[in-house]
C-alpha cells in the first residue's frame, strides 16, 4: 500500500470489481485514456483475479483515505529489468474527480516508489494532446515531453496526437563511465 494525505494506493485485485466496472461504463473516462474496447462484467472479474499473480507489472486502485471510495486506478506496467525502466497510466473513475489533485498526488506516490522502493530509472507515459489537464499533472510530477506520436489515435472521426512523456531518476548514482 502507498499512501499520500488524501489517498491511499492499495492493490488492485477483485474487491474493485465495482469501481472498476463503473469507470469503463463513463464515456469521458475512456476518451481520455483512448480506450475503444468494450468489457464484460465477467472478463473485468477475471482480469482482476489475475492482477496479484503478474510480476511485471504493479496496478493500485486510488482509494480516498478519508472515505475508502474507490476513485481510480494507477498502474507501472511493461516492465523492462534490464532497463531499469517500465510505462505508467493512471485513470480516475469520473469527472467529478477531475481537477482536484488527484491524479497529481497519485502519480508523485507511484513514481517515489518507483525509484525510491524498485530501484527504476526511467517511467515513460503517452497522453492524448485533448488532455492538456493529464499532461500538466504529469509535468508536476516530473515527467517531460520527449515527443509525439502525430495522429496516433482515432477517436470519433477525428486524429489525435500522443504526448511522450518521461520521467528519470535523477536521484540516483550514475554508472560509473570509463575515463576517455
Not at 511485471?56 to 531499469?84: F, P
Not at 513514481?111 to 527504476?120: I, P
Amino acid at each position: 500500500m502507498l499512501r499520500t494525505d488524501r489517498l491511499r494506493l492499495v492493490p488492485l485485485g477483485p474487491e474493485h470489481i465495482e469501481g472498476t466496472w463503473a469507470a469503463l461504463q463513463e464515456p469521458e473516462s475512456m476518451r481520455l485514456t483512448g480506450t475503444h474496447a468494450t468489457f464484460t462484467r465477467e472478463a473485468v472479474q477475471r482480469w482482476l483475479a489475475r492482477l496479484a499473480e503478474q510480476d511485471d507489472r504493479a496496478d493500485w486502485a486510488i482509494v480516498l483515505a478519508e472515505t475508502q471510495e474507490h476513485i481510480g486506478e494507477v498502474v507501472l506496467n511493461e516492465l523492462d529489468g534490464d532497463n531499469r525502466s517500465a510505462s505508467f497510466r493512471i485513470a480516475l473513475a469520473s469527472p467529478r474527480w477531475f481537477g482536484r489533485g488527484y491524479g497529481t498526488e497519485a502519480t508523485r506516490a507511484v513514481v517515489e516508489h518507483a525509484f525510491g522502493a524498485v530501484g527504476l530509472h526511467r517511467i515513460e507515459l503517452e497522453v492524448y494532446a485533448f488532455n492538456p489537464r493529464a499532461q500538466r499533472a504529469y509535468e508536476k510530477a516530473g515527467f517531460v515531453v520527449e515527443g509525439r506520436r502525430r495522429d496516433a489515435l482515432l477517436w470519433e472521426g477525428e486524429w489525435v496526437d500522443a504526448i511522450l512523456m518521461g520521467c528519470l531518476n535523477h536521484v540516483e548514482s550514475q554508472p560509473s563511465r570509463p575515463d576517455a
